[in-house]
């Protein structure tokens, strides 16, 4: 069912987009959209896939909370042109050019 419902709805909105079928034919495809759109069942559904979701990032949100802080230091050094403890990158020196010679 995970992976039937988004290949539905996607091949419906291709046939929308793509039809030559006219305007009576979208419209009737419109309304069952629709009616499928307002029923109760399909609303509470959605209510309920929506709070799961709210609670799923939530819960990344904790779980990430002390790496905001820790990744940063740990792949400065990593990132060309990243200086450690400072917001400011340092001026980017890339690796491809060649110093000129010092005579």
């Known amino acids: 069912m995970k992976v039937r419902t988004p290949f539905i709805i996607g091949a419906a909105v291709g046939y929308v987009l793509g039809t030559k079928a006219g ?5 009737q495809i419109l309304g069952v959209s629709q009616r499928v759109k307002e029923n109760p069942r399909v609303q509470e559904t959605a209510g309920v896939l929506r709070t799961k979701g709210g609670e799923l990032a939530g819960t990344a949100r904790e779980k990430a909370g002390p ?20 917001s400011a990158p340092a001026e980017y020196q890339d690796p491809r050019r060649e110093t000129p010679a010092q005579p």
Do not use: H, T
Not at 67 to 86: C, E, F, H, T, Y
């Open 23 to 27: 305007r009576e034919r979208y419209e």
């Open 67 to 86: 790496l905001v802080d820790k990744v940063p230091a740990q792949i400065g050094d990593k990132i060309p042109g990243m200086n450690r403890g400072s």
